[in-house]
């Protein structure tokens, strides 16, 4: 018997412009007047402003102001760089390259949805018929599935941050939720179409993350078609046909730097090199991270997707847990088989969970629902108030213990009230205000009740942050002030830096202080600007080893923030 009895009444659909509202306040905080952070965010945009202002050889071997960076793919970056070139006309290249991440978030946020409706609008997926009548219809029922689960998935933790930065993750995990719908509407109908489909997906995927990944979900969609009794010789047809259409994307990156050999680099062996180098026997320091990491990552879709598969456990080969699981187990695995775990690895585990999670919120205790809306309530408002009240002790210095806390970690910032940013922050507030009172007062019976306040209580903390602490957070993370000294005390006449500046550093140096930075053939140059602790002494002993001749410092200094990073520019004596 299936666990879910439902009557019509708690299926009524999120309104669209309540759902667009909260789409528009999740993403473009963080969009706007924020400078590239270290490190993978500044990185990354250095390699779409290479592109961007490069030449072919650039869009063939992706660098990042002559530091080679070949290793996920170029996908992601050619994206930014094409909006920069689109877009960069309205002074910001910055704003232009993050523009790109709009369209990716809602490819993400509509591939969830749609996956979520096609699964729930399905005879297998229906709540019992009551005795008297009263139960939903299919499509309505489908769409509150929908928006529980795009609900969910941007009430997630780990998607806040990456999906407001300009790295490749954020277009990973966009095309993983793609690929997770193709793979539904493929198991409810295979056909060639939706094969292709598929096959331009996993493509998608090869040339943003690499080849582990859609090998291991090719795996996962023949278990699926094995677990679902799908015709196997014809999944086998379809499965290979989507290989080969993923593969000769995939060619249109490879084959042309093959052939052209950008900078006198093969991209395919260095790609290949970093692929291999993604998947080893797991450990304990990656199991351990997987879940240590993960209890928070994953919250809240963990807790109503473990609930959705215990709930739906006698309930044998449906679509809505067998697809989404396999997805789940197979990139859990990957996970853990990563020799260097981080939140990369976590990201495509999102859209699954989501998935997973709306349907689990189909069978979950009113008490326990209740829980989480007052957990929600609490936790979050608690936090609302303490960025406001740092934010107001920040601005006027009352009170001085809790002012000189705000400001411990950025001397010499001095805040100033921008206008625009509060008037922004406290609509936000005031729509948790009423958002709160709605849940409260009116106590309504749809399914995504329990989400809305989770969902929203976490849009409201990124809007906080990015618009009433965003100077300070561009003042801690970006590297422009730096860039500016630099380019200050460069000489003139001098043709090419060279630098052991990583990738954040030298995109941003390039970038805010045009920085003439050696190719990537790393040409002999008469400036040296080197990156050390400040720590350590002078050493220009060191120096003298491993440059040779002698030199003369121009310029030392560091961010403000960070009182161990140093950054020395010398020049060679002639």
Known sequence: MKPVR??????????????????????????????????????????????????????????????????????????????????????????????????????????????????????????????????????????TLADAAVLIYLGCLGLLQHSHDITAEALYVSLMAYMLYRAVRYVERASLRNAILMGLALGGLTLTRGWVAPAALTLSLLLCAVFLRLPLRRTLGHLALAVVVGALLTLVWLLPGELLQPYGHAPLQAWMDWNCR????????????????????????????????????????????????????????????????????????????????AFGLLTMKRGAINAIDWFSVMVLTICAFVLWLFWFAALTGWPPKLAHNALKLLPGFKPELGLAAFFVAACATAGWVALVHWRISRQPAVLWRAVVLSSGGLILIWVLIMTLFLPELNYSKSYASVAHQISVNLPQGNACINTNVGAAQRASFAYYGRLPFAGVDNQRCDLLLLQDSSRKRDGRDQLQ????????????GRRATDDVERFRLYQRVK
């Open 6 to 143: 439902l009557p019509a009444a708690a299926t009524l659909a999120l309104p669209r412009w309540a759902l667009f509202a909260l789409g528009l306040l999740y993403i473009l905080p963080g969009l706007i007047g924020r400078e590239p952070w270290k490190n993978d965010d500044a990185a990354s945009f250095g390699i779409m402003w290479t592109m961007a202002h490069g030449g072919l050889a650039d869009w063939l071997w992706p660098n990042v102001a002559g530091m080679s960076m070949p290793d996920e793919g170029p996908l992601a970056f050619w994206l930014g760089a094409i909006f920069i070139k689109l877009f960069g006309w309205i002074g910001d290249e910055v704003f232009a390259a993050r523009m790109s991440t709009i369209g990716i978030f809602v490819i993400s946020a509509l591939s969830v949805w749609y996956t979520a409706f096609n699964l729930g609008r399905r005879g297998d997926a229906q709540p019992l018929r009551l005795a008297f009548g009263g139960q939903p219809e299919p499509d309505d029922f489908g769409r």
């Open 545 to 556: 080893e491993q440059h040779g001749t002698d030199w003369i410092k121009l310029w030392e």
């Open 278 to 357: 993604q998947f080893s026997m797991p450990d304990r320091q990656s199991v351990v991270y997987f879940f240590r990491v993960g209890i928070w990552f994953f919250w809240p879709a963990w807790p109503f997707a473990a609930w959705a598969v215990y709930a739906w456990r006698r309930q044998h080969h449906v679509l809505h847990i067998v697809v989404p699981l396999t997805f789940v187990a197979m990139l859990a695995l990957l996970a853990m088989f990563h020799p260097d775990p981080d939140p990369a690895q976590l990201l495509p585990l999102l859209p699954p969970l989501a998935v997973m999670a």
